[in-house]
């Protein structure tokens, strides 16, 4: 079975700096997908940042990109001028290509946002 | 139209007691999917449906949990004899499988059994 590790319960940073969530996995697969999501306090899961295993590019969505190391199985997430919008709970997932395509999800990091 | 919609936002209900969870996906989306989010944790999945069947339900943990989807639509989630330690959010996502397979996920709701 798959596993997700985010290894930091909570991080912050003050705005407009620059922040990286680290995420860790373990697969045996080759044809996955990676996540980043955000829950604000609305509850509300937001996607992020989506990542194709088979892509060697980063992939990048405006302040936010992925560092993703798939050899060592690594998927860290850099948010750029980070604004207190950002302020949330940030989870990895993972997602086997193929079958239900359920989510595996790590705990979680909570991140904020100082003025 | 709107996104995935659930209700209610939240339940309070006691030990024992019978609870159904309601889950309106994004028109369209042939498939919708049931987390579990216990206090400090990520969603854990529950069941998946493609249509009307439930194609994967290995995530229910116990068989006092049991979902529909009869017109493959709108889900409904239900946990009977409920006992305290399935307060949790209860989260709902839909999808277009094969769309860059992002799933869509509502409000969710969070139950709390005394």
């Known amino acids: 079975a798959q596993t997700v590790t985010q290894s930091q319960p909570e991080m912050s940073v003050q705005e407009a700096e620059t922040v990286t969530l680290s995420c860790t996995y373990d697969t045996s697969e080759n044809n996955y997908y990676l996540f980043w999501y955000k829950q604000p306090p609305s509850r509300q899961m937001i996607l992020v940042i989506r990542?194709?295993?088979?892509?060697?590019q980063n992939a990048t969505e405006n302040r936010f990109s992925v560092n993703f190391q798939k050899a060592a199985k690594s998927f860290s997430l850099k948010i750029s001028d980070s604004q207190l919008g950002d302020t949330a709970m940030y989870f990895c997932a993972f997602m086997q290509k193929g079958g239900s395509e359920k989510l595996v999800f790590g705990k979680g990091t909570k991140l904020t946002v100082n003025p | 139209g709107a996104g995935v919609s659930q209700t209610p936002s939240n339940k309070v209900t006691e030990k024992g007691k019978y609870v159904e969870l309601r889950c309106d996906p994004i028109?369209?989306?042939?498939?919708l999917y049931w987390y579990r989010q216990s206090l400090g944790q990520g969603p854990e999945f529950l069941i998946y449906?493609?249509?009307?069947?439930?194609?994967?339900d290995s995530g229910l943990p116990n068989d006092r949990f049991f979902a529909v989807r009869p017109e493959g639509s709108v889900s409904t989630l239900k946990i009977q004899r409920t006992e305290r330690g399935d307060s949790a959010v209860y989260l709902c996502?839909?999808?277009?499988?094969?769309?860059?397979?992002?799933?869509?996920f509502g409000p969710g709701t969070r139950l709390t059994v005394l």
């Open positions: 028109s369209g989306h042939t498939a």
């Open positions: 449906f493609q249509g009307t069947g439930a194609a994967d």
């Open positions: 990542q194709e295993a088979y892509k060697q």
């Open positions: 996502a839909s999808s277009l499988r094969g769309l860059h397979n992002e799933q869509f």
